[in-house]
């Protein structure tokens, strides 16, 4: 295709694949931060009944971390924490590395309180690591959110370029049919002169026969019949010019055909230029506005008094948006935010919306002409 976005899809294949593995790498990231700082906090439970000795500090801290990853969706996502809690001295207490769960009598109060004491006397450390591996649900999601979106833009880009190359060919047609009735008019022409060069060859002959017959009568009237025989002749060499003329402009014509049917004419690549320059003026100047392609291409097809007021209403949507005096407003086929229509010069339409997020988009321009398709696109945005 003549104008596929061969730049696009090699970022399309490429950005994926690198977006994928960047995000693993900050879920990861992400998770172990948010695991350690919950577990910072709740790991412990109350030190004021471990220090009055009524449960061991190792069977605490390994039920408030089985408890919070029990109530904890992440397992069923694929994210396998591991969890180390250590005293200064690297002695475990957090895997279990035995059955603590044996009931306290009353007589090991003071025991289990001063065992708990010397723990905390000595500090606890607290380390999360967390392994998401691609194969995980949460890595086939990312992968799989990545790939819907890179087949949407690619989708979209595949449909502009489809766009361009209809309308560039509708254009190369009209063209062409233009030139195909120019030369037909011009082969009238030619078949007219045709009949006149008959006609004047029929008189020419005519006259010199007359000539001779009259010659024979009388010889006064020689010159005044040669003299007209010659502004026979006369006329019958312009029109014999003039045909050679006329076939010489339909040769043209045909090249000119046969020139369209194999490139695009300088009319339209320097519209295309123009509207590359005009997009990047119009980006640079108006920075508080989001300018759709759809405005960019409608502004092109104005003329430049149209085009002038069409960019005094932009510069006042940049500028103060309560400058601009609002006709009435359009309402469209599931549309979220309502679209303003902005009336300009003697039939100009100008289309904006505000965003939800803040901000102001101009959709399109257009006139009185191109209303219908205008609103149409607008039913599709």
Same mark, same amino acid.
């Given at each position: 295709?003549?104008?596929?976005?061969?730049?696009?899809?090699?970022?399309?294949?490429? $950005?994926?694949?690198?977006?994928?593995?960047?995000?693993?790498?900050? !879920?990861?990231?992400?998770?172990?931060?948010?695991?350690?700082?919950?577990?910072?906090?709740?790991?412990?439970?109350?030190?004021?009944?471990?220090?009055?000795?009524?449960?061991?500090?190792?069977?605490? !801290?390994? +039920?408030?971390?089985?408890?919070?990853?029990?109530?904890?969706?992440?397992?069923?996502?694929?994210?396998? @924490?591991?969890?180390?809690?250590?005293?200064?001295?690297?002695? =475990?207490?957090?895997?279990?590395?035995?059955?603590?769960?044996?009931? =306290?009598?009353?007589? /090991?109060?003071?025991?289990?309180?001063?065992?708990?004491?010397?723990?905390?006397?000595?500090?606890?450390?607290?380390?999360?690591?967390?392994?998401?591996?691609?194969?995980?649900?949460?890595?086939?999601?990312? $992968?799989?959110?990545?790939?819907?979106?890179?087949?949407?833009?690619?989708?979209?880009?595949?449909?502009?370029?489809?766009?361009?190359?209809?309308?560039?060919?509708?254009?190369? /047609?009209?063209?062409?049919?233009?030139?195909?009735?120019?030369?037909?008019?011009?082969?009238?022409?030619?078949?007219?002169? /045709?009949?006149?060069?008959?006609?004047?060859?029929?008189?020419?002959?005519?006259?010199?026969?007359?000539?001779?017959?009259?010659?024979?009568?009388?010889?006064?009237?020689?010159? /005044?019949?040669?003299?007209?025989?010659?502004?026979?002749?006369?006329? $019958?060499?312009? #029109?014999?010019?003039?045909?050679?003329?006329?076939?010489?402009?339909?040769?043209?014509?045909?090249?000119?055909?046969?020139?369209?049917?194999?490139? @695009?004419? +300088? +009319?339209?690549?320097?519209?295309?230029?123009?509207?590359?320059?005009?997009?990047?003026?119009?980006?640079?100047?108006?920075?508080?506005?989001?300018?759709?392609?759809?405005?960019?291409?409608?502004?092109?097809?104005?003329?430049?008094?149209?085009? $002038?007021?069409?960019?005094? !209403?932009?510069?006042?949507?940049?500028?103060?948006?309560?400058? !601009?005096?609002?006709?009435?407003?359009?309402?469209?086929?599931?549309?979220?935010?309502?679209?303003?229509?902005?009336?300009?010069?003697?039939?100009?339409?100008?289309?904006?919306?505000?965003?939800?997020?803040?901000?102001?988009?101009?959709?399109?321009?257009? #006139?009185?002409?191109?209303?219908?398709?205008?609103?149409?696109?607008?039913? +599709?945005?």
């Amino acid at each position: 295709m003549k104008y596929f976005p061969f730049r696009l899809l090699i970022v399309c294949i490429l $950005l994926p694949p690198l977006l994928y593995i960047g995000s693993l790498q900050g !879920v990861s990231s992400g998770l172990e931060k948010k695991y350690s700082t919950d577990l910072s906090n709740i790991y412990l439970g109350d030190t004021t009944e471990l220090l009055q000795g009524k449960e061991r500090l190792r069977d605490a !801290v390994n +039920r408030n971390i089985n408890a919070y990853f029990a109530k904890s969706s992440a397992q069923y996502w694929g994210v396998k @924490p591991n969890v180390l809690v250590t005293t200064k001295d690297n002695e =475990i207490i957090y895997p279990a590395s035995f059955d603590s769960q044996a009931g =306290i009598g009353p007589d /090991d109060t003071l025991a289990i309180a001063q065992e708990n004491y010397e723990l905390l006397n000595k500090g606890l450390g607290l380390s999360v690591s967390l392994s998401l591996s691609p194969g995980s649900p949460a890595g086939l999601a990312l $992968l799989g959110l990545y790939v819907v979106v890179d087949i949407i833009v690619l989708f979209v880009g595949y449909r502009r370029g489809l766009a361009r190359a209809l309308r560039e060919e509708e254009e190369k /047609d009209s063209r062409i049919r233009e030139l195909r009735e120019q030369e037909r008019r011009f082969a009238e022409r030619i078949e007219e002169l /045709d009949g006149l060069k008959e006609k004047l060859e029929s008189k020419v002959d005519r006259v010199r026969n007359e000539l001779v017959q009259e010659r024979q009568q009388a010889s006064a009237n020689e010159d /005044d019949m040669l003299d007209e025989i010659e502004s026979l002749e006369a006329q $019958l060499e312009k #029109t014999r010019l003039r045909q050679e003329i006329q076939r010489a402009e339909i040769d043209k014509l045909r090249e000119q055909i046969n020139e369209l049917n194999t490139k @695009p004419t +300088r +009319r339209q690549a320097r519209k295309a230029r123009g509207a590359d320059n005009l997009e990047k003026r119009m980006r640079v100047l108006y920075k508080n506005l989001d300018i759709h392609e759809r405005t960019i291409q409608g502004i092109t097809d104005l003329g430049e008094d149209m085009r $002038l007021k069409a960019e005094e !209403v932009i510069l006042q949507l940049n500028t103060d948006p309560s400058l !601009v005096s609002v006709k009435r407003k359009v309402f469209g086929k599931g549309r979220k935010t309502k679209v303003l229509e902005v009336a300009f010069g003697y039939n100009g339409r100008l289309y904006f919306r505000h965003k939800p997020a803040g901000g102001i988009e101009v959709l399109c321009v257009g #006139t009185k002409n191109s209303q219908s398709r205008d609103l149409d696109f607008l039913d +599709r945005v």
